[in-house]
């Protein structure tokens, strides 16, 4: 029984890795088990409450929830199972006053003891983390956060308060000693966004998706990245303007979408 999770780090090419898994989906069903957040949407929601609020009761709810959607996969079947959400970290740092990682380990923990409750000496579990260097990730979030929320930080102080949670290695241990026997793996997204299927490519390596089936990938550009145009400068401006939520909403929505339709044009 071959089960890898992966976990996160958020803003680290997640997304582009989870909008190749829908695509191929039927091409990849004879050979993986694919989960994605729409499959088990009570467990990252709960993981992402524990990190923002936690506590015993919390995390008691996050791991009957992983025991919910682990139930649903059939142990005699002998495709490996791909769980992709970076929320089973919890919720994205910078967020509201979430500052770092400190909840993955135990949630992570949660994960594993309940799915070698479910799939005991035959479960082969690895961990996968997307990681990312610490100046761009930190960028990327605070757009992320720009875009979402009315976070009106510049990027410097930003950064500042974020140093921890960007120390991702610090947090690959923790979780590394918090699941163990569990394997942990990470690979940076600078290197494996130029591989044949770019960040999704770490994760068929760890599935041992065959050669043929990996040749008839289809491809994404990447998904969800910044706009080169100065926009989060301008949603930084917005934020801190005396707009409505509704209005500033529907302002950044427009934005966003010029932003998209230009660089399609371009």
Known sequence: MRLVVHAGFHKTGTSSVQA?????????????????????????????????RPSEEA????????ARMLRRIDPADPRPVLISSEDLSGTLPGRRGLE????????LAGLAEQAR?????ALELTFYFSTREAGAWLRSTWWQNLRSTRLQLSFEDYAAGLATAADMA???????????????????????????????????DLVALPGEVRARLVTLPPVNAEPDI??????????????????LREIKKKLR?????????G
């Open 100 to 107: 770092g990682y400190d909840a993955a380990p135990l949630l």
């Open 20 to 52: 190749m898994l829908r695509k191929n989906a039927t091409l990849l069903s004879p050979h993986l088990r694919i989960l994605l957040k729409a499959d088990f949407d009570g467990l990252a929601e709960a993981s992402r409450s524990f990190s923002l």
């Open 257 to 265: 979408r010029i932003a998209n339709r230009d660089a399609e044009s």
């Open 59 to 66: 995390l008691t709810t996050a791991g009957g929830r992983a």
């Open 117 to 121: 409750a479910r799939f005991g000496d």
């Open 230 to 247: 100065g926009l989060a400068e301008v949603f930084l401006a917005l934020n801190r303007s005396g707009f409505s939520e509704e209005s």
């Open 170 to 204: 610090r947090v690959l241990e923790e979780v590394a000693a918090a699941v163990a026997p569990a394997t942990v793996v990470s690979e940076r997204l600078e290197i494996s966004r130029d591989r044949p299927e770019g960040p999704l490519s770490p994760l068929l």
